[in-house]
């Protein structure tokens, strides 16, 4: 499946790749190089502890240049009155009659346990489009799923609290 990234995922994603190109890699790189300076590479903890990094930050930078190529370009805008990207939204759960506040993300930016919900999520799937007063169903799977109620919607766009996740 593609990933849908916004305009500002796509520019975070490539500075992430540029900081790894020049900067990790040069470090990473001389980590080996001094390592491998120390001697007898068989019982080099050191050396192989260099290379695993190095190839994990080379590893990383492939994932998400591939990443990028095969990602789909969203737009974050929405209507004003209705749940989309970048907008916190409050829900009256029905079954708990409790009240829960969540920002509506790109899945490459999802992070439940902040509140992060993405689009690709039950949750996210759920809301988007609707708006407030709307009752809507919330699928977990084929044999459950709950009611809630859209009471709140906001525009929240934070760049602070935009930081895309390491996988």
Known sequence: ?????TKSDV???EREIEH???????????????ARAQGDLSENFEYYAAKKE??????????LERMLKTAEVISEESKEDEVGLNNTVTLFLEDDEEEETYRLVTSIRGNSLAGLIS???????AILGHKVGDRVYIKVNDDFGYYAVIKKIENTQNEEEDKIRSF
């Open 54 to 63: 190095k190839n994990q930050n080379e590893s990383r930078i492939r994932y």
């Open 11 to 13: 520019e975070k994603i």
């Open 1 to 5: 499946m593609r990933e849908r990234l």
């Open 119 to 125: 689009t690709e999520s039950p949750i996210g799937k």
């Open 20 to 34: 790894r190109k020049l900067v990790v890699r040069k470090e990473a790189i001389e980590a080996v190089k001094e």
